[in-house]
């Protein structure tokens, strides 16, 4: 299985880095091209193993797999200037904003397209990775999920729901960056260091995750564990339902769907 990314800048560079610890594609079969010297030779740097390119073209001769990981008003240029046969070739796009029938101009009617959406965690193999298909069939969907799986966790969703999951994926990362600074800001005021405050609070946002993710449970559930009559916990809940937590988290992902 050889892969090519167009592209190594933050996303694709992640990406590349991902795939060489994971079981599927091996780092000498990871192709990347780039303007950017700084970028190839950070990649290099990373893993001798991968090869590195300034041509597209090279970089996808060889590859089973195409990954478009560029600002999106290039990726027009870069594919009707590169020569494929996408009827055997896969195309991955990770490319803002672009629908996959847009994709069909620049390649094939018959092309085997992707469209992803991952988050920043995938840098830390923690991604949650949306994927939407176009003339792909259920082995070479259950291939891109393979991939990303490795690099987090993905999911199939239909292309129409790509708004509404990345407001709640992609955008929603930050909004959870912004309750671990908040709830940093309260440790401080309470005489927690800033760095133990932030480690305190990270800890305990990847253990709600990881209990969501891990059993069959629903986040009712698990505040009902801790919410003890009389209790602290059930004082703050009420407070943040008070101040209109619930309704402000609505308002923002909703906002970032508009």
């Known amino acids: 299985m050889k892969i090519a990314i167009i592209g190594a800048g933050n996303m694709g560079g992640a990406i590349a880095k991902g795939l060489t610890q994971g079981s599927i594609v091996k780092a000498k079969d990871i192709f990347v091209s780039d303007i950017s010297d700084a970028n190839l030779n ?30 999106p008003w290039l990726a027009r240029e870069i594919l009707v200037n590169i020569e494929a046969d996408y009827c055997k070739k896969i195309l991955v796009s990770i490319v803002a904003g672009i629908p996959l029938t847009e994709y069909l101009a620049w390649t094939s009617l018959s092309a085997v397209l992707f469209r992803l959406v991952p988050n920043t965690a995938i840098s830390e193999l923690a991604s949650m990775t949306l994927i939407a298909s ?8 259950q291939l891109i999920l393979n991939i990303f799986n490795e690099l987090g966790l993905a999911m199939l969703v239909p292309e129409k729901h790509i708004p509404a999951t990345t407001a709640l994926t992609s955008c929603g990362i930050a909004y959870v960056f912004k309750y671990i ?8 005021e309470m005489g927690i260091y800033p760095k133990d405050a932030m480690k305190m609070v990270a800890q305990s946002v990847k253990g709600a995750a990881e209990i969501i993710l891990n059993n069959e449970t629903h986040p009712s559930v698990e505040i009902d564990k801790v919410t003890t009559p009389g209790g602290i916990t059930i004082k703050g809940i009420n407070e943040l339902d008070h101040a209109g937590f619930t309704s402000a ?9 508009e």
Do not use: C, F, H, P
Not at 134 to 141: K, R, V
């Open 42 to 71: 950070e990649l290099k740097a990373y893993n001798q193993e991968i090869n590195i390119t300034k041509d597209n073209q090279e970089a996808v001769n060889a590859a089973d797999i195409i990954i478009l990981a560029v600002k």
């Open 134 to 141: 176009l003339n792909a069939g259920e082995e070479q969907q």
């Open 181 to 188: 600074q908040a709830a940093m800001q309260a440790g401080i």
């Open 249 to 257: 988290i609505i308002k923002a992902i909703k906002k970032s769907n």
